[in-house]
């Protein structure tokens, strides 16, 4: 059964009419942890927005655990739980009282669903006198998503939930996400995070307002069919040129460190291709094959 669907929203802002979101339709199963994934200004907040009530789609209809988000919009209030992309709590009340505050106005007591935000809890109850607002990002973080759980909703919606925290506060976070899901609830995420996107059940790529796909991430992964090569060499910014320029290259873009290119011809000679590209003037070659990321393959639907 579908947890969330949307049908052809869109959302169109300002005088100048920038297209946030153009014609998104997906869905999300019950029980199900899905991503939405793409950079900043792709359009996810609006997305969220309007599948939380707090913003209206300019065309377009959706549900949120059947019911519409226009006609329906008090019950999926009270029913969703949802976590913005910046810090909304209150900063000058304590990690005690922001939780009792977010209980009462769901008219429900922290004791009454403790068991669902236990775990999570009990990692910031040292600190529950503390104010908000002097808490560490991680610590922030936790108590955001005690404060979305305390009604015990049944679809929580995280926007952008790891910004701006360590990498260990990013891992507990997805350990804490896994264990939601135990709990039959389901959850939606968005991240501009390539590398979270594989932790999801399935996903959806987005790129100024439009979709690219939604799939697992398996499978947007094995949509990539050219064997992908990743190329090293001292000037970098003279190898991006010359694989531009060179015939046998399909396509090619920076990736950290290197270059990762494909070829016209699947089974290219590795040392005829570095001879090439010596004789380019280039030095310092390492050339060989990589395996396919969800990075890669969005970067591909970008280009096609």
Known sequence: MEAVTLKNISKVYGKEKTVAVDKVSFTVNKGELFGLIGPDGAGKTSIFRILTTLLLADEGTATVDGFDIVKDYKQI???????????????????EENLNFFATVFNTTVEENYDLIKD????????????????SGGMKQKLALCCALIHKPTVLFLDE????????SRKEFWEMLKQLKEQNITI???TPYMDEANLCDRIALIQSGKLLSVDTPANIIQSYHEQLYAIKADNMPALLKVL?????????????EYTHVSFKNANIDITETTAYLQ???????ELTKTPVTIEDSFIKLLKS
């Open 244 to 256: 531009n320029k060179y015939d046998e290259v399909l396509s090619s873009y920076a990736f950290g």
């Open 279 to 285: 004789q380019q003037e280039l030095t310092g070659i």
């Open 120 to 135: 999570i809890y009990i990692q910031i109850e040292p600190f529950k006198k503390r104010r908000a607002g002097k808490l």
């Open 188 to 190: 939606v995420v968005s």
């Open 161 to 168: 939930p790891t910004t701006g925290v360590d990498p260990v």
């Open 77 to 95: 209030r009270n029913t969703v739980g949802y976590m913005p992309g910046r810090f909304s709590l209150y900063p000058d009340l304590t990690i």
